[in-house]
């Protein structure tokens, strides 16, 4: 199974040396309820890039 395009476009970001990590609280579409989401923050001139890459889940991951 290849990698998709999106995953790969977003890995780069994620790994660089000039990005801080951050954990933020946002609302899953689905349900609504809380999910927390590590982010890579990077500075794009005077903008911020944010980019997901993965959540905190409650419970065992494996099981769902």
């Not at 977003?10 to 951050?22: K, S, W």
């Amino acid at each position: 199974m290849s990698v998709p395009e999106y995953a790969r476009a977003n890995f780069p970001v994620a790994r660089c040396g000039g990005c801080d990590l951050a954990l933020l609280e946002c609302a899953y579409a689905v349900s609504g309820e809380p999910r927390y989401v590590i982010c890579a923050i990077a500075r794009d001139g005077a903008d911020y890039k944010i980019t997901p890459f993965g959540h905190l889940m409650r419970g065992n991951p494996y099981e769902t």
